[in-house]
């Protein structure tokens, strides 16, 4: 295609995710909820670990740092779609949506890997506990975070650089609620058909390499745990099965997005919802009810702050 006839594409229209307005109002308020929870159960997380000098330990330091990422995750796309229900007009600049692509890859990426460090903690804790604190070390951990974010970020960048290079030229309208790499490509004035399969493989390899590893690291656990005392295993298993629910729950719509891409629309759509939205909002909900030291964490501070209130 002659360059000459390209116009420059400045912004994306955004269909989002229903054309009525009684149900985007209604919308509107259930993820502004939604949202606020998440950032505060986040936030509520990350303050008990840094605090309490009780959950100063790997396990809960990984958690943190978890945390701290499904917020983020959630930042990158659901204020946009928040503020968009209560807009006639759903556009998104082309920078705005290079930028969107971008942190979702990277902040996804990241906790794809961070959840594979998780894995790799908890194996260490049940099969090699004598040696736990010498191989998860601060400096350890620290090393493994930092890894995380910079695969995280070489993903990210590996997609955005491709995307910035296509030509756009002709319909600008995405059927969601935020750019992504399958949609996007779509809009491009050229044979997308193969670039679309590269781009889904690119992340694909990330999403099953990381969901394999975890299925592979449970397992193990899973073995070593039936092997050992009933007391150790019955607390082992309890903190495998948030973990794995976590897992579950997050690879599960990447899968779908990523690996085994489907052409229906209002599925891609609750799929985008579900990771970007429920996902960061279940997995603090997950690990605060299944685990006690997050409980005795929660009364610890509550009694203290009592305290506080009622001595000033």
């Known amino acids: 295609m002659d360059k000459g006839n390209l116009s420059v594409v400045s912004e994306f229209m955004l269909l989002g995710l229903s054309h009525s307005w009684n149900m985007q109002v209604l919308l509107f308020m259930i993820f502004f909820m939604l949202y606020l929870i ?3 159960g986040n936030i509520v997380i990350m303050i008990l670990i840094i605090t309490d000098p009780h959950l100063h330990s790997p396990m809960y330091f990984l958690l943190a740092n978890l945390s701290f990422v499904d917020m983020w995750l959630s930042s990158v796309t659901t204020p946009k779609m928040i503020i968009d229900f209560l807009r006639e007009n759903k556009t998104i600049s082309f920078g705005g949506c290079m930028c969107q692509i971008l942190f979702v890859h990277f902040v996804g990426g990241g906790e794809m890997v961070l959840l594979v460090v998780m894995a790799y903690d908890r194996y260490v804790a049940i099969c090699k ?3 736990y604190s010498t191989i998860m070390s601060l400096q350890k951990c620290i090393g493994l975070v930092v890894t995380s974010w910079t695969i995280g970020f070489v993903h990210a960048m590996s997609q955005v650089v491709v995307i910035l290079q296509l030509p756009f030229c002709g319909p600008r309208e995405l059927d969601s609620f935020f750019c992504d790499i399958p949609l996007i490509i779509k809009l491009a004035c050229i044979d997308s058909y193969n670039l679309g399969i590269l781009m889904n493989a690119d992340s694909g390899v990330l999403a099953m390499t990381c969901f394999v590893l975890l299925l592979i690291s449970y397992t193990y656990i899973l073995l070593i745990v039936h092997q050992s005392s009933k007391t150790g295993a019955s607390k082992a298993l309890s903190t495998c099965t948030t973990h794995i629910s976590v897992v579950v729950l997050f690879f599960g719509p990447c899968i779908f997005i990523y690996v085994w891409p489907l052409s229906i629309t209002w599925v891609d759509k609750f799929l985008a919802v579900f990771y970007s939205v429920i996902t960061p909002l279940l997995n603090p909900a ?20 009592l305290h506080c209130k009622e001595n000033s």
Request: glycine share 0%; hydrophobic share 30%; proline share 4%.
């Open 38 to 40: 998440i950032i505060c």
């Open 129 to 131: 506990p004598l040696h």
């Open 286 to 305: 997950i690990y605060t009810l299944r685990n006690k030291e997050i409980k005795y964490a929660m009364k610890r501070y509550r009694s203290y702050y």
